[in-house]
């Protein structure tokens, strides 16, 4: 009868696959439990074929670098041994079943937050039980790391690299932080930052943050699919892993390091619209392009929705997402999409409040109004304002900034910028097409001839954009 139950459980487990996908999870077992295809293997009965610890270290190993971080293999084991099949005693056995294996594949991929909950329990810690805010993070951090790992590995970072953005590790730390700070109470309250780590969470209340939190399950399937090479190149049923990380372009054989870290772009990414996530192009750089307002305004205008990320002296990280493009006019322009954020020393976004529409402001060369690139806020308090005098900027915003209820960005109120970047989001518009590939001062001879009568060079001579297009995927 026991017997019965349990191959009803598995089967239904198994159902959940395609045919191709049931055969990559048999053929990932195989290998891992030593046995591959011979007569004897194929009747389940005749040969019960089990994983250890030791056979999944061992695959990772296989390679010169392995694609998971050794912790991460720990927690997935834990995971898979955290399965307790009908008939079994009770006694968890240090081999991994078949069963357990596809019932894990099956939960964590397929299944619900409320199937996922248990086994992710057991991987945060083997006990299992109420746990602490601070092993959630050690969790939430070593997931984000195997995350960036894996597909740095697997090279599935669509022209980002290592090497061509921000050191991770910050950025692991910031997004983790980020990601526990939605963890609440069972009355519905989160705990204040600095009680956080020390706080205990039972299964109920990580069930709910799992739920509310879908890049746990979107991070757990990366690690899965890419690190053990599962399923991986199956089109999956949701996109959310399809664009995960954007394509990225403009920035190939240019010897440009991102103000961005990965978990940054993955995060910042993922609060953009859904038909803008699935490719970033540099426009502006101002170690490209130089430090100048009107260079900046050169690449960013009539360049469809931007995000703008900035550097102060004192190394606070920050921007702004803009839903449109970039018009040098003295009003407000944009819409409720817009958003501010911060990358460091936190990662966070902050939306629209409702209370005015001062999303985004670009002027320039006029008497009368401000001259410079300013988003939030108002005249003079902008939540981020860059002043067309290049290289100074404010985040006037206390307590907070009225139209995206973000706090003061930079370290101090006044700064001084000490590097920039603009990254076009989705598809260029259409009126930025080909026509569009000029610099502002091949059309405007006059903006030409006032910047060399201002002794400012052309930064762009020699500069002039790749048609980035035609870049080739790594």
Known sequence: ????????????????????????????????????????????????????????????????????????TARLYNGMKSIELPGKSSAPSEQIAKEQFVIFMSNLLKGNANEKISIIMRMIAKTGGPLKGKQIQEFIEDLITSVVHVLSYRKELKGWSLENTRDSSSGVKALASELLSELKLPDGTKPVASQLLETHFDQSAIEDWVYRVPQISVFLSVVIRQGLHVLHSLPDQTNDILNLVPHCKGVKGRGVVSLFDIPAIIYINSHLPAELQHKWQLLFSSRLHGESFSQLCAHIVNKGPCIVILRDLDGFLFGGFASH??????QFQGDNRCFLFSVFPTLAVYSYTGYNDHYMYLNHGQQTMPNGLGMGGQHGYFGLWIDSDYGKGHSKAKPRCTTYNSPQLSAREDFTL???????????????????????????????????????SRQSEGLREPLAEDEDEE
């Open 1 to 72: 009868k026991m017997g019965n139950a349990e191959s009803n459980a598995y089967q239904n487990h198994l159902s959940r696959f395609l045919p191709e996908e049931q055969s990559d999870i048999d053929g990932l077992f195989d290998t891992l439990s030593g046995s591959s295809g011979s007569a004897g293997a194929k009747n389940a009965k005749a040969a019960k074929k089990t994983v250890t610890l030791a056979a999944l270290q061992a695959s990772q190993s296989a390679h010169t670098r392995e694609p998971l971080p050794e912790p991460m």
């Open 325 to 330: 493009s970039w018009e040098v006019k003295p």
């Open 418 to 456: 000490d590097a920039m970047e603009v990254w076009a989001v989705g598809d260029a518009p259409e009126s930025a097409g080909r026509k569009g590939k000029k610099s502002i001062l091949d059309v405007d001879p006059q903006a030409q001839a006032l910047l060399e009568m201002a002794g400012k």
